[in-house]
């Protein structure tokens, strides 16, 4: 399995280490991983890259695909270069809108700040989408049109028929699976477009939503989730979300090499 979006930090009382999240992902036989810092949301830089670097070392750098989660605080104050020359291999970067909904006008400079960092590493876009306004998927079409040199995410793919839409439009578009319910994956792949889902868990941030369930076990979890969608689409299109289309879309030309199958 290669998850596609997990984080470490601190996310509200919950802090994931390097050594936790390593020894999860090895507990549900995660082999490579894309992940980015919580930490981000206190904008305390130095702490993010000393995460990001710790869990490097930690999983093994040919495993891990560190995303750089850009607030629009770090373009305001030019904290930007600070991860720039951190001396990380940035393979994706990310925003949030819901948490900064008037940070991330589509038509506004931050967006353009991002698209050109964008272009220039030649990096994929992870996009927060949700139920709020400011951050439906749907939002976005116009947008990743117009970008067609640049693949974008759809975190979670909400609203899913927005998601749907964005898809059957852009080639470059794509969804990861965080906190997507089984039942939405199977709609995306049995609607045609397995080769453009990942496979993300969210790791840790069910346990800060789920943690007054007093059975809820995060392993548990994870694997029952694998293991139902396994059980209800074809062998080729789970190892397309479970692994192919990360290859497809995190993979640079120099890399795929040594990672892509």
């Known amino acids: 399995?290669?998850?596609s979006h997990i984080h470490i930090g601190q996310f509200y009382d919950i802090y994931t280490t390097s050594t936790e999240l390593k020894n999860f992902l090895d507990s549900v036989d995660v082999e490579k991983c894309a992940v980015s810092s919580t930490t981000i949301c206190e904008e305390n830089y130095a702490k993010v890259i000393g995460e990001i670097r710790s869990f490097i070392i930690e999983f093994?750098?040919?495993n891990v695909f560190p995303i750089l989660w850009v607030t629009p605080q770090m373009i305001k104050n030019?904290?930007?270069n600070l991860f720039l020359n951190s001396g990380i291999v940035w393979r994706c970067l990310k925003i949030h809108p819901q948490l900064h909904p008037k940070g991330w006008p589509?038509?506004?400079k931050n967006f353009r700040v991002l698209i050109e960092l964008a272009r220039k590493m030649h990096l994929p876009?992870?996009?927060h989408t949700g139920a709020d306004d400011c951050c439906h998927a749907g939002k976005y079409l116009k947008l990743i049109k117009r970008n067609a040199d640049i693949n974008?995410?759809?975190a979670h793919g909400r609203p899913l028929n927005e998601a749907l839409e964005v898809l059957a439009a852009c080639p470059n578009a794509y969804v990861d699976t965080a906190f997507m319910s089984v039942d939405s994956i199977v709609e995306l792949c049995n609607r045609g477009f397995s080769s453009r889902v990942l496979w993300?868990?969210?790791v840790p941030i069910p346990l800060y939503f789920f943690r007054n369930s007093p059975s809820f076990d995060m392993r548990e979890y994870y694997l029952s989730q694998i293991e139902d969608l396994k059980s209800r689409v074809t062998f080729a299109d789970f190892e397309l979300v479970s692994e192919m289309n990360f290859s497809r879309v995190?993979?640079?030309?120099?890399s795929k090499e040594n990672f892509c199958v």
């Open 1 to 3: 399995m290669i998850d």
């Open 60 to 62: 093994g750098a040919a």
């Open 78 to 80: 030019n904290a930007l």
């Open 106 to 108: 589509v038509r506004g």
């Open 125 to 127: 876009i992870l996009i």
């Open 152 to 154: 974008f995410i759809l």
């Open 200 to 202: 993300g868990s969210d």
């Open 250 to 254: 995190f993979c640079s030309v120099e």
